[in-house]
């Protein structure tokens, strides 16, 4: 099976920094990666999704962005992070009719 | 409408009762189904995954799948107080979305001794 690491497990950053989250896969060669978010009380949103190096397709319209450098990297990025932008993000990494989630990062914007 | 709709509970019961949660959809295409659990401060994780319609059954759990109404339940017998964490029930369209997943918004449940 496959292994998502992703990092910081929690992170508090100021509204207008800057972010940037990493995904690293484990276990498996040309993954479809996603970036999922979940706020408090509702399940998760798909934000992002790549089927390979350089192809990201954003799902919803927002303040962040995706970037996929190496095969099984994917990295979530903000220029200028708002109060909105608070949740839990997920990394997943699609296996066969299974999705494979990292243990999440808990933002919070302050 | 969402897509997938799922009451948030939560929902408290002794250890031992069985459990029954369930979540409804509204696109008829929908092919694959799952149900996940996570646990606080944690990742989601498979629990089970059924396509189109009919009961899967692994251990102490069992998918159900109406595609006439729409309906997908899990039903956890002998319930644990390990058993505690949100579950969250998925739909996977198929197809050219394969891989993108639309959640319900997930189930409290608590298990007490």
């Known amino acids: 099976s496959q292994t998502i690491h992703q990092w910081p497990a929690t992170l508090v950053q100021p509204v207008g920094s800057p972010l940037s989250l990493e995904c690293t896969v484990e276990g498996t060669s040309n993954p479809n990666l996603y970036w999922y978010r979940q706020a408090a009380g509702r399940g998760l949103q798909l934000l992002f999704y790549?089927?390979?190096?350089?192809?990201i397709s954003s799902e919803v319209p927002q303040n962040l962005s995706a970037s996929r450098p190496q095969d099984r990297q994917f990295i979530l990025s903000s220029k200028k992070l708002l109060l909105s932008d608070s949740g839990f993000y997920l990394c997943?990494?699609?296996?066969?009719?299974?999705?494979?989630f990292g243990q999440g990062t808990r933002l919070t914007v302050v | 409408q969402k897509e997938v709709e799922q009451d948030p509970g939560p929902l408290s019961v002794p250890e031992g009762a069985i459990v029954s949660l369930n979540c409804t959809y509204s696109?008829?295409?929908?092919?694959?189904f799952m149900w996940y659990r996570q646990y606080s401060r944690k990742g989601p994780e498979l629990l089970m995954y059924?396509?189109?319609?009919g009961n899967k059954e692994d251990g102490r759990f069992t998918a159900q799948v109406d595609k006439s109404s729409k309906y997908i339940s899990l039903f956890i017998r002998d319930s644990q107080p390990s058993d505690s964490a949100t579950y969250l029930c998925?739909?996977?369209?198929?197809?050219?979305?394969?891989?993108?997943?639309?959640f319900g918004q997930g189930t409290i449940l608590t298990v007490h001794p």
């Open positions: 059924t396509y189109s319609s």
């Open positions: 998925a739909r996977d369209a198929g197809g050219t979305s394969y891989g993108k997943l639309t």
């Open positions: 790549s089927v390979g190096i350089g192809q």
């Open positions: 997943a990494s699609q296996g066969n009719l299974e999705a494979f």
């Open positions: 696109n008829s295409a929908f092919q694959y």
